[in-house]
């Protein structure tokens, strides 16, 4: 299942698909939302960034000292560190795909 948007509304963050039907909803005790893609969205939750998929079941999480959020597309998401971009798999966030330098003003 896909998904098309996730919002705040009240205390939870709520899933939507395609058709604007909502698929799940988390308290938004379980952080604050930074990104999504078509098959999971990421909170930052303390210093970790935690990624949920569609039916808001827990996929994985990483330590925010990896960088700060940039982006999420596809099955990747993004943290920049330092004059990096680094992307992780949604799947296995402790591997990095591939590291390329920015210069960023």
């Known amino acids: 299942m896909e998904i098309s948007d996730v919002q705040l509304k009240g205390s939870y963050l709520q899933v939507f698909d395609d058709r604007g039907k909502k698929i799940s909803e988390l308290s938004s005790s379980h952080g604050d939302l930074c990104g999504i893609a078509s098959d999971f969205y990421v909170v930052e939750k303390g210093s970790y960034y ?3 998929d569609a039916n808001s ?7 925010m000292s990896h ?3 940039r982006n999420a597309s596809g099955s990747t998401f993004n943290l920049i ?3 990096y971009i ?3 798999d949604v799947m296995n966030v402790v591997k990095k795909l591939e590291r390329g330098i920015f210069n960023f003003v």
Not at 57 to 63: D, G, N, P, T, Y
Request: proline content about 0%; charged content about 25%; aromatic content about 16%.
């Open 86 to 88: 680094v992307s992780y």
């Open 57 to 63: 079941k827990k996929i994985a999480e990483i330590s």
């Open 81 to 83: 560190k330092g004059s």
């Open 50 to 52: 935690v990624t949920y």
């Open 67 to 69: 960088g700060e959020f």
